[in-house]
Nanobody, 125 residues
Framework: QVQLVESGGGLVQAGGSLRLSCAPSERTFSRYDWGWFRQAPGNERDFVAAIRWSGDPTDYADSVQGRFTISRDNTKNTVYLQMNSLKPEDTAVYYC??????????????????WGQGTQVTVSS
């Protein structure tokens, strides 16, 4: 079973930035749509951002629009989530996910077959 490997989480002060990375443990996911989700303690897993396999378009939750940027580098088989102007309410475990073309259902975590292990992002006030 192919796994997605995430990195880049950590502790940052409010207003700071972090960049998360995600890549599959094997083979190429070049024609897969990708998503980022997050889950805070006691909450459901929420959609954060998604990117089409071609790199365009992208989609963002209202809560992160203008602060977060999702991108992909197909030469490195890696997807990124650049997080700027972080707020304490962004604190959560962040998960990347991928699936062959599912753009119309990109905000539904149940539609993704491949998931990362999760990386903790903590934003202190």
């Amino acid at each position: 079973q192919v796994q997605l490997v995430e990195s880049g989480g950590g502790l940052v002060q409010a207003g700071g930035s972090l960049r998360l990375s995600c890549a599959p443990s094997e083979r190429t996911f070049s024609r897969y749509d990708w998503g980022w989700f997050r889950q805070a303690p006691g909450n459901e897993r929420d959609f954060v951002a998604a990117i089409r396999w071609s790199g365009d378009p992208t989609d963002y939750a209202d809560s992160v629009q203008g602060r977060f940027t999702i991108s992909r580098d197909n030469t490195k088989n890696t997807v990124y989530l650049q997080m700027n102007s972080l707020k304490p309410e962004d604190t959560a475990v962040y998960y990347c996910a991928a699936n062959p073309t599912l753009w119309g259902r990109r905000r539904l975590d149940t539609e993704y077959d491949y998931w990362g292990q999760g990386t903790q992002v903590t934003v202190s006030s």
